[in-house]
């Protein structure tokens, strides 16, 4: 079974940067990573998108965080790190990692969740 298992989250100030990551288990020979990313959801609203990096290296970042977060990865650890700087209350948020999986002998697709890490950002 593949599991998501986050770190990083934490308390910061207006102004300074947090490094999460997310590593994957249970990755297997049957299973391929598509893409790997992270959104978040701040009380009261919905889950949004942060920033995805694909297989093949492609990035996607949502518009408010483009120019202050980037996210990278390693694939022989199946680990994806979004560094984030220039943190604003705006930012607060509880921050789940998610990735894109492809079952090789189906093609099926499916999506995994982490259990979501709590970043807080005071002015």
């Known amino acids: 079974q593949v599991q998501l298992v986050e770190s990083g989250g934490g308390l910061v100030q207006a102004g300074g940067s947090l490094r999460l990551s997310c590593a994957a288990s249970?990755?297997?020979?049957?299973?391929?990573?598509?893409?790997m990313g992270w959104y978040r959801q701040a009380p009261g609203k919905q889950r949004e998108l942060v920033a995805t990096?694909?297989?093949?290296?492609?990035?996607n970042y949502a518009d408010s965080v483009k120019g202050r977060f980037t996210i990278s990865r390693d694939n022989a650890k199946r680990t994806v790190f979004p560094q984030m700087n220039s943190l604003e209350p705006e930012d607060t948020a509880v921050y789940y990692c998610?990735?894109?999986?492809?079952?090789?002998?189906?093609?099926?697709?499916?999506?995994?969740w982490g259990q979501g890490t709590q970043v807080t950002v005071s002015s």
């Open positions: 990096i694909t297989r093949a290296g492609s990035t």
């Open positions: 249970g990755i297997t020979l049957s299973i391929s990573i598509q893409a």
């Open positions: 998610n990735t894109a999986l492809r079952r090789i002998t189906t093609s099926a697709l499916y999506d995994v």
